[in-house]
């Protein structure tokens, strides 16, 4: 049972970092992104194949991962600066699905729907199972707060405050001296990064990955947590991806008791109940739990009159 | 060149089916100005219910689709009703997030209910047609059939009935229906009634021409929002035509690529699209 | 804050689909503290002003400043040369408060960029505090400085008129291009804003007004210039325009078709 805690607790802490990049493309720069698990799971394989396949280092697969998904997310966000909100949805959408349906059928490359298998991890042998999912969730825990200080002090800096102008009123922003497409495109870069790493810990720690890991309705659960959470409030991000989660897996137990269900019905049961959850959840609380706040101010370090 | 003629031919039927859903989902669009994702379940929706009607019932076909049209119609506009509406009052993202909730809601329904396996109808199995050398389903024939005579009688509904011109007139300019007294809720939830019901259609032809899954909807989203992002969003003609585009497209890189990346036809048709020409071929403004 | 030069519009033409929205308009603008631009409407006022601020693209022509084609650069660009317009509307950045919205037009603050905010370099944080200095100094010259802290959607549509023309100060201008100022604004309001405006002309920065507002223009303008139908119908002071009858023509609907 702490076994299975722990993990799902590294599986939380690891999509909460998806859910803060999120935050910083949509909560701040109003660019909506149905299609984060991309990011995800491009640095979940780039980090697994060139530690497999081209025996490179830990560290060295992470940072590679994060570079290369930033350089991508880069050229999106640069891409689709302009597009509004469903178009870009989709956009998203297709190009998450796309990664997945590369990962699913470049065999040559990904292994296909088989996945890519024992993948390593510093310690892994060295340490009892039980022993390394402790180290692997205390390493996703600090990893969660080393991006939760990061993304707020950018949040609340003046580079917070242009994205933010820049989502209230793009055009006005221009007019204000923010190269409102330069911009976008640098909080893609940011998100995509970070999504990446944890993409690429979550490769490490699971020892395996595949397509399947990365179904597009992951995206849409991360949009939900942010949504939930509050757009633009980065400790809301975390809260509601903590909700998503434990939602997800509490109904799993839930579902175990109605014995007379069939696995595909029990699974088919417990997206019911969170989708629904989630619908009446924004019915009622349209922005979400935590307001966002404004705090830009604080960068210079005394207040304002 | 026979070849490529047989591309377009097979790329056209399916099109063709698409086309429905499609219409449907810029309908909603135009006159509600929200994109309701659910439309791709509700297809499934259709799907399953021809496909009760047929093999459970043992209806025949033109019956189980009009059966396919009613309970897809029904259950969009109801479920619009209670958990779209209140969020479309928050704005058109919080109403676009919750369509797509209610999309996987919708679909596990289905899931719960039916399973993940594939269901297919009862229809004899016909030999194929053989037109100036091109090869087509005889079966297909009929789905092209209906999917055309709903297509028709939408557009005739649209063009000369007095609610099809509400709708128009909701769509091109909500305030000035207002002042004209038309109830916009009222043409709004007409309206998706029947593009929902459209969906239910399409869905059902899907199931009529190969087979029906709770994916089926999830399946056709993208090509389905391509083909309205391709005719211009909000477009009647603009959906039957970024249809027909999508189709042949997908059948080109099957047989160009592989099978596999016919939905990554969708996406790089929004994207090449919003590079040319954003508004869409026959695009309103 | 010295003037400079003038903004030299060359040739400029511009047509939207069949409507010829300038035509071939060769004029400079900025020679004095404060010119309006009038003409009816379909005059080419807000095209010429989207031109002039890097949202448009002209068919034809170039703007000149400081030796520069302005239309070749981005907006931003053309703020960062000193060049702020502001819109018909007002249109505060609503998730701001208005000294934040202050805060984000300021010009110079390496913070903007996501690495020196991340590590809070120094510069950075010294210029945050100098913008603070000076929106709290510009929002006591409007006459703004209690509602600092709120929340720029509570403020009246008149506050917010202010709060643009604060914003458009904050970005260390040479020339600022207002866009119908006192457009649907109560007469008490429109001499207030006539009034902040020739003070700030008193510390050196120069005005160019869109304006239908006719009252305004021949309280605040130093020089006037009618545009019809995309090009320059004549210009002068407040006296000579209103004497003149191709000008009066032009209002009253008889244009001349030369």
Known sequence: ?305 | MSEAAQLAVNGLMSGSLLMLPAIGFSLIYGVLRFPNFAVASIATIGGFSAYVANVFFHWPLPVSIAFAFLIAGSIGVGSDFLLLRPLRKAGIVAAAIGSLALNIFLENVVRFSFGNDLRGLNVPIMRDVVVLGLHVGRQQVFNVAWAATAAIILFLLLKNSRIGKQMRAVADNPMLARIQRIDALQVGNITTFIAMGLAGIGGALLALDTSVDPLLGFRILLPLFAACVIGGIGSFPGAVVGAAIIGIGEEMAAVLWSPAYRTGVGFIAIVITLMIRPSGIFSRQ | MTPVEALQIRNVSKTFGGVRAVVDLSIDLGNNAIECIIGPNGAGKSTLLNILSGFIRPDTGEVLYQGRNLCSLRPDQISALGIVRTFQTARPFASLSLLENLLAFGAGQPGEHAWQALIGIPKARRREADLIETANRTAADLQLSPLLRAPSTELSGGQKKLLDLGRALMCDPQLILLDEPVSGVNPALSVEIATAIKALTGQGYRFVIVEHNMSFVRAISDHVIVLAEGRLLARGSFEDILHNTQVQEAYLGNVARA
């Open chain 1, 1 to 305: 049972m702490i076994h299975y805690l722990l993990d799902v607790g590294t599986y939380v802490a690891l999509m909460a970092i998806v859910g803060l990049s999120l935050n910083l493309m949509w909560g701040m720069a109003g660019m909506i992104n149905l299609g984060m698990i991309g990011f995800f799971a491009s640095g979940a394989y780039i980090a697994a194949l060139l530690t497999t396949k081209l025996h490179a280092g830990f560290l060295q697969g992470l940072l590679a991962a994060g570079l290369a998904v930033a350089i991508m997310a880069w050229f999106i966000g640069y891409i689709t600066w302009r597009l509004r909100g469903d178009y870009l949805a989709v956009v998203t959408l297709g190009f998450s699905e796309f990664i997945r349906l590369i990962a699913s059928n470049e065999i040559w490359l990904t292994n296909g729907t088989d996945g890519i298998s024992n993948i390593t991890a510093p310690f892994r042998s060295s340490l009892s199972p039980l022993a390394f999912s402790v180290a692997a969730f205390s390493v996703a825990v600090a990893c969660l707060l080393v991006a939760l200080l990061a993304f707020q002090r950018l949040c609340y800096s003046p580079f917070g405050r242009a994205l933010r102008a820049i989502r209230d009123d793009e055009e006005v922003a221009w007019t204000a001296g923010k190269n409102s497409r330069a911009m976008k495109a640098t909080a893609f870069a940011i998100g995509g990064f970070s999504s990446a790493l944890a993409g690429a810990l979550y490769a490490h720690f699971n020892s395996y990955i595949a397509p399947d890991s990365f179904l597009p309705l992951l995206s849409l659960y991360i949009v939900f947590a942010v949504t939930i959470g509050g757009r633009g409030n980065m400790r809301g991000a975390i809260v509601g991806t903590v909700l998503i989660v434990a939602f997800t897996e509490g109904t799993r137990f839930l579902v175990n008791y109605l014995t007379f269900l069939q696995p595909v019905q029990g699974a088919a049961l417990r997206e019911m109940t969170v989708s629904l959850a989630f619908l009446l959840i924004l019915i009622y609380l349209p922005r979400g739990i935590f307001p966002e706040r404004m705090l830009s101010w604080r960068f210079a370090g005394k207040p304002a009159q």
